[in-house]
DNA sequence: CTTGTTTGTTTAAACGTTTAAGCTTAAGTT
DNA sequence: AACTTAAGCTTAAACGTTTAAACAAACAAG
């Protein structure tokens, strides 16, 4: 039980050639014109022995790894690790094997991990690309590495990618707010020009525009570091109630913005929704444990880790194939956190 | 900017045989005493064709992948994305990739990654092991493959393992509970053999029985199975409820259990920690924004992946190493769910 | 000046596969 | 009988590395 066995192990022991061993193994008898009998015989002894295809080998000689890398910012966030766990899933229905790895919204964590990978010869990415990233992906591009963009995506990059509607979803919630007669709305975003982030922004800007809520002088949007912690979101908050006096509604653009806001807003002693209404992006199981339940923008991970795999796929085996890019729909769950107050 | 650029290739150019470049670009100079000025030649060339050593040959000749697998029951479930992420992070500082793959708590499919993993010549594996998984491990073994062990382990087999101390966390957990005045307390966990659920459980019991709070005769342990959903574990617990006339706390053997259950008490309208106490194993950030913040059993998560990587590859590059067994101690995070409640 | 040592470099086999091309023998076809 | 085709198998090169061993030239020592 101590060294492995190998097709030539297998030849010697049948007494044929190593070629007719493996054609039996992938199947390729036909093709090849493998006698019948001898092919059964080649497939007893394989399970006989214990054979395990060494696929570093099989890597090698064809230049596939059937393995893909996935970068997200953090596997530990909530958001990913489910993505993550969605394109698990869907690979391994494809008999891929997916590398993840996490670069922190950091470009140079982004570069060494796609250096890392690539050494490893990983058939493509899937990436969820950090800011500054940009020249990234055009090298893989230009190297012509298959390639899927998933949660972001660049403006003047034409690839694959896969996207939620941010700009219609940040809309609809935001104008759900309106009807439920909020009127003085702030948001809390992340310091970013991703293209995901920015259209959430834009989403809020134009659902107050369009319902000329607008006040043009005061910054209706707080902005902080990706790395931002509970104190920094806090004083953040604090300066948009500074700002906008008689601010009701507070939209949040991420998952960990909102925890870290509602705690925040806890230690304040604001009231949800009394006080202040909020609304946010992503889930959390966190959501149906605030005392008022979280009005929030689920977004469709399920079908957004299996498309951006099949896309994926698509690209490896045909390197000849046109770019998709898919935005699926995310879903407004409305709730009691933008509940209509009765004013007294 | 088609062709990946080999070894061959820059001997070719600098006019050099592939031995000399392998050596210099392995910084193994010294031993092959090549010569100053080549070798700079050498390293230049390297860096201007944009070489990048292609791993899954180097992987083929030294038999080292320098990869390894961690197989838990869900990527998705924050217990073990948080472990992932420590572990991915120090893997990282070995050199080391790390290929995630999740079991679901099935046999089938832990031997289906296993095999898959091994096709792919992982160096070793940290694995959160599925119940009846233990021939699979005794495999692993057999065939000298390095191996730690993490979450949980089996009583018979000598292996590494890496785990919190359940028991005595437990225990104590339970020994709060009892100290803050609760005296009729109930259990959920999940149905399985594991260790670490028979030790949480061993805990529990130890706790109550010393301290004489034993009722012989009713089961306090309501048992559920992996994948129970919300309204199964309500049922246990209305179970428990109904057994144990009075059960006026709680504690749950994990985070997901915990969750569900929280909901379940909700629609059954148990106030928290007026009519029931609660104290529960893992952590989840929804514990924090429970109207009554959870008391919790807090694991060493960073710790706990930090050991398990370091243990593997002292296996993996010294296979005569002793198995290493740790217990690394969790921590009782005592808040508002099992405080002591007026008797009125 | 032989012989030995050092220094710098190349050769070539090997890791475990895949696969085009070649080889043999048997079976059809005229 | 001579030739073609088919069936069944083997040969050998290749994928990109590593590394022990061989080689060659320069230098030192007796």
Chains 1, 2 share one sequence.
């Not at 992938?26 to 493998?34: C, F, G, L, S």
């Amino acid at each position: 039980m101590k060294k492995k066995v190998s097709i030539k192990d297998i030849a010697q022991t049948v007494g044929v050639s190593t070629a007719l061993v493996s054609y039996v193994l992938n199947n390729k008898e036909k093709e090849a014109r493998v006698g019948k009998e001898i092919a059964q015989v080649i497939r007893d002894t394989a399970v006989e022995m214990g054979y395990q295809p060494n696929q570093i080998a099989k890597s090698l000689k064809t230049g596939k790894s059937h393995t893909f890398g996935l970068i997200v910012a953090d596997i530990s966030n909530p958001f990913f690790a489910n993505l993550a766990r969605n394109v698990e899933d869907e690979a391994k229905k494809f008999n891929y094997t997916v590398i993840f790895a996490s670069a922190d919204e950091n470009a140079e964590k982004s570069q060494n991990l796609i250096n890392i990978l690539t050494e490893r010869q990983v058939d493509g990415f899937i990436i969820a690309p950090a800011e500054n990233s940009q020249e990234q992906i055009e090298a893989l591009l230009k190297n012509n590495i298959p390639l899927v963009l998933i949660d972001r995506y660049f403006k003047g990059l034409d690839t694959n990618y896969v996207m939620t509607n941010n700009y219609e979803a940040s809309y609809h919630a935001v104008s759900h707010l309106i009807e439920a007669g909020r009127t003085n709305i702030g948001m809390v975003a992340y310091k970013t020009d991703l293209v995901h982030m920015l259209d959430r922004k834009r989403g809020y800007l134009d659902a107050i525009k369009d319902n000329k809520l607008l006040k043009a002088k005061t910054p209706l949007i707080k902005t902080v570091d990706f790395n931002a912690n509970q104190e920094e979101i806090g004083a953040g908050i604090r300066e948009l109630f500074a700002q906008n006096p008689g601010m009701d509604a507070l939209f949040f653009a991420t998952n960990t913005l909102t925890l870290k806001g509602l705690k925040s807003l806890n230690k304040m002693q604001y009231r949800v929704p009394d006080d202040v209404a909020i609304v946010c992006f992503d889930e959390s199981e966190a959501f149906d444990f605030f005392y008022s339940p979280l009005t929030y923008i689920e977004q469709p991970l399920l079908e957004m880790g299996k498309k951006a795999v099949q896309i994926l796929i698509k690209n490896i085996t045909d390197k000849k194939s046109l770019n998709t890019q898919i935005s699926i729909p995310s879903k407004l769950i409305v709730r009691q956190s933008s509940a209509i107050v009765k004013k007294h």
